[in-house]
């Protein structure tokens, strides 16, 4: 089981660059340990010398949104970055595009990977650039993305994925939500051996 999740309004921090692979957003050295806590330090950990990175700046200092480029998340397919992802507080991550197995380790994980148009990305990355302290709700019931100043911007999502976002169900939670069926099979079957 995840966190469910409804609406997140949180700081926003641009990265507006395609391609970000699963090597810098948590690089190999980092990948020895299983459990999913702890690699939030970790999180970009080569771009972090440069003291100019976004996530270096004060001003995204608890951000929870991510707005970034096309094809987030590809390379290969370690699910620690969806956990320093999620440990260093990200919860939504808007692209245009993402790759196809990370975008699976995020659901599996509570974190909104969620696809949006280049202009929507555009538009938010300048917000979040140009605002200090910009703030966007992203409402997975009503499928939009919001802020105070008027902004909206509708966005879809595979039903699938939004209904296991919504209830904070991974994989192992899907699976016992048919306890009772699997208990009842079990049951059956022993009673045939």
């Given amino acids: 089981m995840t966190t469910p999740f409804c609406v997140q309004r949180g700081l926003v921090a641009p990265l507006p660059r395609a391609d970000v692979d699963t090597d810098q957003i948590i690089p190999k050295q980092f990948l020895k340990r299983i459990e999913r806590h702890g690699f939030g330090e970790c999180l970009f950990f080569d771009w972090r010398s440069d003291p100019d990175f976004v996530l270096n700046q004060p001003r995204y200092r608890g951000a929870s949104i991510l707005v970034t480029g096309k094809n987030f998340g590809c390379g290969s397919s370690r699910e620690h970055a969806a956990w320093a992802l999620l440990d260093a507080g990200f919860r939504a991550i808007i692209a ?62 595979d039903g699938f994925r939004r209904n296991r976002l919504l209830h904070g169900l991974d994989e192992i939670g899907i699976t016992l939500r048919d306890e009772g069926a699997i208990a009842a099979y079990e049951a059956a079957m022993a009673r045939c051996d």
């Fill in 96 to 157: 245009p595009s993402f790759a196809d197995i990370f975008l699976a380790n995020c659901t599996n994980n509570g974190i909104a990977a969620i696809k949006s148009t280049d202009d929507v990305i555009a538009e938010l990355t300048t917000r979040a650039q140009n605002r200090e302290g910009y703030r966007l709700s992203v409402d997975l019931e009503l499928c939009e993305f919001r802020d105070d100043d008027g902004f909206v911007a509708k966005f879809t999502i």
